[in-house]
Structure formats: C-alpha cells, structure tokens
C-alpha cells in the first residue's frame, strides 16, 4: 500500500514540470520555443519590466517580483568598492532573491486584510513610479560609481555596458533561482500529497516541509558543499606542495630550510619557502641605507600535510625556537612573530619592512597552521591561527625569560588580515599584549578579532570606529594613512607621547575585511552613523576614500561588504585591502618611536620610500606567477 501511494506522489512530480513545460510550447512556438520562452522569462524578471502582467512565471510570482525590484536599488548602490561585472551580477542575483522572499512573505502575511489583487498587473502609476526609481538609482549609481573610482584610485573606467553585463547576468541568476524554487515547491507539494493520505493537513504539510527541506539539504551537503570542499582542499594541497619560480633554496645559515637548517625545504610549503628565500640580505640593506647591517634571521616552520591528527603546534613552536637558538636570533635586538594568512603567505612589507628598519638586526618567525587559502582556513577552523601564535610566542617568550635581563631581545607581533587576528587574539586581552611584546603592527584586522573589538569599543568619546583614539595616542593607534602615526582623526597631535609598547592598527575606510561582520545583516554599526557617510563628508584628516554617501541597508550591506573583500586587492595601496608601502612606515615608527622622539636609527621618508620600492620589486620577482598576478596592484 505504501509503495503505491509513493508511486503515485512520484507520478505527479513529471505533472508538475509537464505544467511548468506548457509555458514554453513547441508546437505553438516550433524550434524557437526555447529562446523565445528564455526571453520572455527575462522580460518577465528584469527590472523595469517585470511589475506588468506576467507571460511566463506564475501570476502569483508578482510580489516577489516587486521585491525584486526593490532589493535591485540596494543591490546597485556602490558599497566600499567599485564593482565590476561580476560583483554586480552577485550582488543582483542574490539581493533579488532576497527581495523576492521578503516580497512574497510581505504578500502572504497581508492577504488576510487586504484583498487579493495578485494575479493582475499592477496599476499603471505603481508601474511608472516602480520603473522611474529604479531608472533613477541606476542613473545615481553611475554618476556616484566615477567618484568612487576616483577615491581609491582605480585604473578601471566606468562602462555601462559591463554594468548592464552583470545586471542582466545577475538576474538571469536569480530567474534560475526562481525555477528551483519552484522544483522544490512540487518535490514539497507532492510529499505533502502522500503524507496527506495518513494524515490531517494540519500535520502532514508541516512534515512535508520539514522532511522536504532535511532530503534536500542532505542531498545539497553531499553532492555540493561536500564534494565542493574536497576539491578545494585537494586543490589548495596540490597548491602548497609546488614550488615557485623565484623561490630559491637559501644557502645562507640565518635562514630555515638553508643546508645547516634543522627545517627541511621541501616540507615548508610554497608560501613558507618563500618567505625564507625573499626578503633582503646584509648587503642589500648597506646598499640602500648606508652603514653597517647584520644578516636578517628568518625562521619559518612549515605544517605536515602528510599526518593524519591534528597538528601539534607546540611541537612546531619547539622547532622555531631550536631554529632561532641555532641562527642566535636570541642574541639579536629585536624578534617578531609573525602569523601567516590561510596558506602560509605573509605580507612582505611586514617581514622585509622589520628587517630595513632594524638594519637586519631582528629575527622574523612564523608557523603555517593551514594550506587553505584565508577564507576556507577560517570557515573550517578559525582557532587554529590563534593557538598556533599563541604557542609560538609562549615558547619564545619562555626561552627570552631565561636571558639575562639586560641581554633579552624585544619581542614584536604583527601580521595581516587573518594573520592579524590570529597574532592579535593570541593574548586573551589588550593588557596582555601590552605587557608581554615591545609592539606590534596589525594590517587590514578583520572585524571578528577580539581584541580589535575590544578597543574599538573602548575608544575615547568622540572618535569615529574608523579611527578610534585609545588613551591619547599612549600605546596604541589607529590609522588609515601615515599621517596618523602622529596625528588624529581630527589632525591633531596626540594627548601623550607613544611610549612602548608601541602598536599600530592599520585600517582602510575602503577595506571590506575590517567592516564585514554578520551584525551588518541586521544591525547598523557606528561608522555608518559618524561622519564618512549618510551624505555628512569625513574630516579630511581622516584620509577617508570610500563614499561618504553610503546608507546602511538591512541584508544589503552584509551581502555587498562580503562581495567587495573579493577584488579588495585589485586597487593601489593604500586603499581597499593593501598595504604596502605605509606598512614600513609603521614598523619604522613602532621600533623607533615618532616626530621628535624617534630615536637616531630611525629611517627618513625617503628611505622609507626606498626601502618600500626594493621590496615590491622582490616580492614581484619572488611571487609571480606564470600568468602574472591577477591585479597589478595584489600579489
């Protein structure tokens, strides 16, 4: 009885499609009842179009359909970045999803107090006043995209011809969504049929969609995300393993994965062989500043991809301190870790900038706690960067306590996006950074980092979230451009002097992985209230480039935030989620104070700049890939 009644719910699965067919009639419309039906399909779901009578979709489709077409003027309002083509083509097809889902629950909640008008079109002057907005954002949106270009410096131009590329592919996306909904409602429609057999309404549909969803889902897990995460994996491994081009074996012994190295070269991984075979030598640095250097010590232990457990950070922290005894890193002036980004890689203005500003005379450190690029690492393990800082620099820490007190190197932390919260929140508060290191420079924090928020939340009243202002200036500040290392967000000089430990957290208006958090999705935070946005322009100390004209929109903004941290390298620094050449003035400024109260080793502007350019040119020739890098700008 039972496999009849599932043979026949089955049956009415192909009546569903064979309904949803009879929109698209060969015999009326011949070999052109594919295209003609796909355009009328478009014409029904663009915008400007779709709030008239519906020819192919369901004539119950036409509250989502507004929706839609509401959810488009957010979805092509600039966010913090320009948006090219296929940026726009997400934002459009997922935010018109959204606004289709809001639409039709808006729609079912009210039919029991308003009259069901649905099926017709909707009355002209709704139509006109629907299309005349929708027509005015696109135009505001244009004329605001050229400014945006402007603010952070963009090589691309404005073209509305990619634009309406991305419009038109993000809403053919978001037809394609609309189709396997309506799959879905028959697979829901037809269970319900078979349950309903047995049992009342009232409990059989509830069932049905419960049941529905529970197959639908473990299907999607094992047949998409599943296999999607394993070829990610597979690829991100593959990745690691190979060798690049400009990475060669260092000879020298002050380097891990050298001949007289405990840390074999072939295990490091690709990021981790190149940052022990980058960076600049003695004599690479008496050349370019002048004087007398020493040989930059860089220790860098690479994750075995090969085991089966988990890796066992505090046994790697053990290999980087033999190899920092071995290289007499300890006898040294300075020592940083560094927390690597997802795969291993490190921002070479961070670890070559230390070494310029030291004159060699430091040791740079670091573990590889994933293989998996930023994103990935963080979604399948995001404790892992923290745990392996932290057991990094507990190891260190215990060997520089055991030095004589006059003989003890300074410790320094720093590390970029996903390496700044991990190096970050290896201390379980601000106080315990403050007192165990000399200083640190954090770039581009991502805005789930603990002690990030913490400050930020505890900034002086008055100061923006964009640039908070921590007790003076005392120990830790805030910028978005150099300027800010001796200057606030007003332009005015700190109450205090910067005494260490020095700390500098480096954060772009423009940068998307600072200002993305999942509270954006619902509530606004407070640098879209502070002047920089809502049409009130920032101070100009602030070196504010994003648009000042940005409104927070509920789903909106978290959905267009996420997008923009995916080209956020493709601009110059220092904008979006570069940074380069600032970054040596941060380390300049953190080892050896700044204004008046820098101390003699202290590198000019000018050789900052110098500095600067030597490193982008080797980082260039270390990293490029065959292809070249995707942006001029990101490597």
């Known amino acids: 009885m039972l496999i009849d009644d599932a043979r026949a719910a089955s049956a009415k699965l192909p009546d569903a499609l064979n309904r949803a067919r009879r929109r698209y009639s060969v015999k009326r419309d011949g070999v052109l009842a594919l295209p003609i039906g796909a355009l009328e399909v478009l014409g029904d779901i663009s915008p400007a179009v779709r709030m008239r009578g519906l020819r192919r979709l369901p004539a119950t489709f036409r509250a989502g359909l507004v929706g839609a077409e509401v959810a488009t003027w957010g979805a092509v309002s600039p966010s913090l970045l320009p948006h090219n083509w296929w940026a726009a083509a997400a934002n459009v097809g997922v935010l018109q999803g959204i606004g289709h889902g809001i639409g039709t629950l808006v729609s079912q909640a009210a039919r029991p107090v308003v009259h069901d008008t649905a099926r017709g079109p909707l009355p002209v002057p709704a139509r006109l006043a629907l299309t005349g907005?929708?027509?005015?954002?696109?135009?505001?949106?244009?004329?605001?995209?050229?400014?945006?270009?402007?603010?952070?410096?963009?090589?691309?131009?404005?073209?509305?011809?990619?634009?309406?590329?991305?419009?038109?592919?993000?809403?053919?996306g978001y037809g394609a969504v609309l189709l396997v909904g309506e799959a879905v409602q028959s697979f829901i429609d037809a269970l319900n049929d078979l349950l309903g057999k047995k049992l009342p309404p009232v409990a059989s549909w509830p069932l049905a969609v419960a049941g529905g969803g529970a197959i639908l889902v473990l299907v999607g897990d094992r047949m998409v995300v599943r296999r999607f995460a394993s070829s990610v994996s597979r690829s991100a491994l593959k990745l690691d393993r190979e060798f690049m081009r400009g990475a060669a074996q260092p000879r020298r012994p002050e380097r891990s994965g050298s001949p007289a190295s405990a840390v074999d070269w072939n295990t490091m991984g690709r990021q981790g062989r190149a940052v022990v075979s980058g960076g600049p030598r003695k004599e690479d640095i008496e050349r370019l500043l002048g004087g007398d250097a020493k040989e930059p010590i860089r220790v860098f232990v690479g994750l075995?991809?090969?085991?089966?457990?988990?890796?066992?950070?505090?046994?790697?922290?053990?290999?980087?301190?033999?190899?920092?005894?071995?290289?007499?890193?300890?006898?040294?002036?300075?020592?940083?870790?560094?927390?690597?980004?997802?795969?291993?890689?490190?921002?070479d203005f961070h670890t070559s900038g230390l070494e310029f500003v030291t004159r060699g005379d430091s040791a740079v450190v670091a573990m590889q706690y994933s293989y998996l690029p930023s994103a990935y690492a963080y979604l399948a393990d995001h404790s892992s960067p923290v745990a392996s800082s932290r057991a990094l620099i507990d190891a260190i820490l215990r060997e520089i306590d055991g030095l004589p007190e006059g003989a003890r190197p300074k410790l320094y932390v720093g590390g970029e996006s996903l390496g700044a919260y991990g190096v970050s929140d290896a201390f379980d508060s601000v106080d315990e950074f403050l007192e165990r290191t000399a200083g640190g420079?954090?770039?581009?924090?991502?805005?789930?980092?603990?002690?990030?928020?913490?400050?930020?939340?505890?900034?002086?009243?008055?100061?923006?979230?964009?640039?908070?202002?921590i007790d003076g200036g005392r120990h830790v500040r805030f910028t978005a451009h150099p300027d800010h290392i001796s200057r606030d967000f007003r332009g005015d000089p700190y109450a205090h002097t910067w005494e260490e430990p020095r700390f500098v957290f480096a954060q772009h208006a423009s940068d998307p992985v600072v200002w993305w958090e999942p509270s954006l999705a619902w509530k606004i935070p407070d640098w879209l209230k502070e002047p920089g946005s809502r049409g009130v322009p920032a101070p100009a100390a602030q070196h504010s480039d994003a648009l000042d004209t940005m409104r927070w929109m509920p789903l909106v903004t978290y959905w267009q935030i996420g997008i923009d941290q995916l080209p956020s390298k493709d601009y110059p620094s220092p904008h979006g989620h570069n940074y380069h050449a600032e970054t040596v003035a941060y380390w300049n400024a953190v080892i050896h104070g700044e204004g008046e109260a820098a101390g003699p080793g202290a590198l000019t502007a000018d050789e900052i700049a110098r500095a600067a350019q030597w490193i982008h040119s080797d980082a260039t020739k270390l990293r490029m890939p065959k292809g070249g890098f995707p942006s001029k700008h990101g490597y």
């Not at 027509?135 to 404005?158: C, H, I, M, Y």
């Not at 301190?321 to 870790?337: K, N, S, Y």
């Open 133 to 172: 907005v929708t027509l005015g954002v696109f135009a505001t949106s244009a004329k605001r995209r050229l400014r945006q270009e402007k603010l952070v410096e963009s090589d691309d131009t404005f073209k509305v011809s990619e634009q309406a590329l991305g419009i038109t592919l993000g809403t053919l």
């Open 441 to 469: 420079v954090f770039t581009g924090t991502p805005g789930f980092s603990a002690n990030h928020r913490t400050l930020t939340k505890g900034r002086e009243k008055g100061s923006p979230q964009r640039l908070p202002r």
């Open 304 to 347: 075995d991809t090969d085991a089966k457990t988990d890796p066992d950070f505090r046994a790697m922290a053990e290999v980087a301190v033999q190899e920092l005894r071995r290289t007499g890193a300890f006898d040294r002036g300075h020592i940083a870790v560094m927390s690597a980004a997802g795969t291993g890689w490190i921002n």
